[in-house]
């Protein structure tokens, strides 16, 4: 059997079994010709199969196309050994490159303050401001997820509480601490929604609700605001996201000296492993403290 008949054969399999897309095809047969150009698939051993791992690394190939190629491979010889071309193999033992871990996006104090005095005076209206610097003021001082964010039921926040109640990812509930300036935006909003709804003779139980109808303030509709803020604030819309505001909380108290479970617990986190990202992220910002204001970093 020649590669060519491996490798469409193979195809064929993923079409017919698993109703693989076009894309998903041309990608499998890239990866595949690639291979059979250096390596006989026919005959390859564990050993080819990493030799062409680390020739790829050697390319400059990124860790997660070395890992696509080697997942290509392995179901390559599964296929081959199931229809008998192969009594073994030879990519199984072969651990693939690590994932590397991306640092989430984050910003500084001073551009905080710079998107939350923007977002107030974004809007034609009164009210539309009072929401919008509502809207901000209450995410960097929770971080909530912006679902859990635009969901917030009006009961949540009524009686000016300085701590609410917020139902997460699979229904668990936490209790997060309001900050003073997010109190205030709540004092103003509150009154001004309330007035907004009984002028278009309307209702909501949602603390952002929508222009018309029982619904809240839609995620896409705050991702949207979100950018226009950015914009006007003279920062970069690509780089800024609703979620880009709940790392910026969590960094700038771990920055401050809040502890990793305390932050866990108010990010609505599982796994304290997910928390421990923001180490990471703080390690980057004191390395690049270091490299820009120490006396001898220019130093060759």
């Given at each position: 059997?020649?590669?060519?008949?491996?490798?469409?054969?193979?195809?064929?399999?993923?079409?017919?079994?698993?109703?693989?897309?076009?894309?998903?095809?041309?990608?499998?047969?890239?990866?595949?010709?690639?291979?059979?150009?250096?390596?006989?698939?026919?005959?390859?051993?564990?050993?080819?199969i990493?030799?062409?791992?680390?020739?790829?690394?050697?390319?400059?190939l990124?860790s997660?196309t070395?890992?696509?190629?080697l997942?290509?491979?392995?179901?390559?010889?599964?296929f081959a050994?199931?229809?008998?071309?192969?009594?073994?193999?030879p990519?199984?033992r072969i651990?693939?490159?690590?994932?590397?871990?991306?640092?989430?996006?984050?910003?500084?104090?001073?551009?905080?303050?710079?998107?939350?005095e923007?977002?107030?005076?974004?809007?034609?209206?009164?009210?539309i401001r009072a929401r919008?610097?509502?809207?901000?003021?209450?995410l960097?001082?929770?971080?909530l997820?912006?679902?859990?964010?635009?969901?917030?039921?009006?009961?949540?926040?009524?009686?000016?509480?300085k701590?609410?109640?917020?139902r997460?990812?699979?229904?668990?509930e936490?209790?997060v601490?309001l900050?003073?300036?997010?109190?205030?935006?709540l004092v103003?909003?509150?009154?001004?929604r309330?007035?907004?709804?009984?002028?278009k003779?309307?209702?909501?139980?949602?603390?952002?609700?929508?222009n018309?109808g029982?619904?809240?303030?839609?995620?896409?509709?705050?991702?949207t605001?979100?950018?226009?803020?950015?914009?006007?604030?003279?920062?970069?819309p690509?780089?800024?996201?609703?979620h880009?505001?709940?790392?910026?909380f969590?960094t700038?108290l771990?920055a401050?000296?809040?502890?990793l479970?305390?932050?866990?617990?108010?990010?609505?986190?599982?796994?304290?492993?997910?928390?421990?990202?923001?180490t990471?992220?703080l390690?980057?910002?004191?390395?690049?403290?270091?490299?820009?204001?120490?006396?001898?970093a220019?130093?060759?």
């Amino acid at each position: 059997m020649n590669t060519t008949y491996w490798i469409s054969t193979f195809l064929d399999a993923l079409l017919a079994e698993r109703g693989a897309s076009e894309n998903t095809l041309k990608s499998y047969h890239r990866d595949l010709c690639d291979f059979a150009s250096v390596v006989d698939i026919g005959d390859a051993q564990t050993e080819d199969i990493r030799k062409y791992l680390i020739g790829l690394e050697a390319q400059g190939l990124a860790s997660a196309t070395r890992a696509r190629r080697l997942s290509s491979i392995r179901q390559l010889y599964g296929f081959a050994f199931q229809e008998g071309w192969r009594k073994d193999n030879p990519a199984t033992r072969i651990k693939g490159p690590k994932k590397q871990k991306s640092l989430p996006k984050t910003l500084s104090e001073s551009d905080v303050k710079t998107l939350l005095e923007t977002a107030r005076k974004i809007g034609k209206t009164e009210d539309i401001r009072a929401r919008n610097d509502c809207l901000f003021q209450l995410l960097y001082a929770t971080g909530l997820r912006v679902t859990e964010l635009v969901s917030l039921p009006l009961a949540a926040v009524l009686g000016d509480p300085k701590m609410i109640l917020v139902r997460g990812k699979g229904d668990v509930e936490r209790m997060v601490p309001l900050s003073p300036p997010a109190r205030e935006a709540l004092v103003i909003w509150l009154p001004l929604r309330a007035a907004a709804l009984k002028k278009k003779e309307q209702t909501a139980r949602y603390l952002f609700p929508q222009n018309s109808g029982d619904a809240h303030f839609s995620r896409v509709q705050f991702f949207t605001l979100v950018k226009k803020v950015a914009l006007n604030a003279g920062l970069d819309p690509a780089e800024i996201s609703p979620h880009t505001l709940r790392h910026a909380f969590a960094t700038h108290l771990l920055a401050n000296g809040a502890d990793l479970r305390a932050i866990q617990m108010l990010l609505g986190h599982a796994d304290i492993a997910t928390t421990e990202i923001y180490t990471h992220v703080l390690d980057e910002r004191l390395k690049a403290l270091v490299l820009e204001k120490h006396p001898l970093a220019d130093t060759p």
